[in-house]
């Protein structure tokens, strides 16, 4: 199988921002390792099967699920234990794994921030496929400046999905995905912004960059819980949209 390239990110603090919810939360991260890039469609197609037109572009048209089965594939591939386990479409994560996985929301944030504080690591027509190339697809991987963990397209060109629920009061199974893809314009293209979908969904701009990271505990590491998700799937009251909005005043 084509390698999968990963750089090593150090323990940091990443505080996160749901502009939906007007709240901001600070997360204290361990360090981790991310793909330099998303999976490409032919490692993909190596790892679960599907075919390859474009062997360097992003792979799209994966869902969250199949997103989390191609980790474990990956796993096994190189001898790892996988992180994670199903009982029919609920999937558990093992923390303590050194498998591949989903990134959670704050190591993606933190990964691709790199230091920086704005909305972007650098000017967005240098580093990010967008509306404003005029692109009618995802392109192939690496071709804009990466930012400065060494890490390509994590702004723009596609989404990437990240292991944690969008908001389970409101939503029930939908998970986040982050970044942006080649037919949005500078606002949805942000660090901050969140979105998500449901865990079949599969959309062309969505695919996945794969984490590796095993932590000493059992249902909570790098800014998720699984307590606080079931904390927040019974919250009664009004419900929040819980992600980023096509347009707000308080970007």
């Known amino acids: ?15 996160l921002h749901d502009a939906r919810q007007k709240q901001r939360w600070t997360v204290a991260l361990e360090s981790f390792e991310i793909g330099v890039f998303a999976i490409t469609q032919q490692q993909a ?4 099967g599907g075919s390859a037109p474009h062997p360097l572009r992003p792979v799209g048209e994966v869902s969250w699920l199949r997103a989390v089965r191609l980790c474990n594939a990956a796993s096994e591939w ?9 009982d029919g479409e609920a999937v558990s994560w093992h923390v303590d794994s050194d498998g591949y996985r ?24 240098d580093v990010a496929w ?5 692109v009618s697809s995802p392109q192939d991987v690496g071709l804009k400046l990466p930012n400065l963990n060494g890490l390509f397209d994590t702004l723009g060109n596609a989404w990437e999905w990240c292991w944690d629920f969008l908001d ?12 942006g893809g080649f037919a949005d314009d500078a606002w949805s293209v942000r660090a901050s912004t969140r979105r998500g979908g449901a865990p079949r969904m599969s959309h062309d701009d969505v695919g996945v960059r794969v984490a590796r990271g095993g932590f000493d505990a059992v249902d909570a590491a790098q800014g998720w819980s699984a307590r606080a ?6 919250i009664e009251g009004p419900r929040p949209l819980g992600w980023t909005p096509r347009r707000a005043s308080d970007a």
Do not use: K, N
């Open 78 to 86: 190189e001898g790892l234990d996988p992180a994670y386990t199903f």
């Open 168 to 179: 389970p009061a409101r939503y029930d199974e939908d998970r986040v995905f982050r970044g």
């Open 45 to 48: 197609a190596e790892l679960i």
């Open 1 to 15: 199988m084509t390698d999968i390239e990963m750089a090593a990110i150090a323990g940091g603090e990443v505080t």
């Open 102 to 125: 989903l990134p959670t929301e704050a190591e993606w944030e933190l990964a691709c921030r790199a230091g920086s504080t704005g909305p972007h690591y650098g000017p967005l027509a």
């Open 229 to 234: 998700d079931l904390h927040r799937a019974t």
């Open 130 to 134: 967008t509306s404003a190339d005029g």
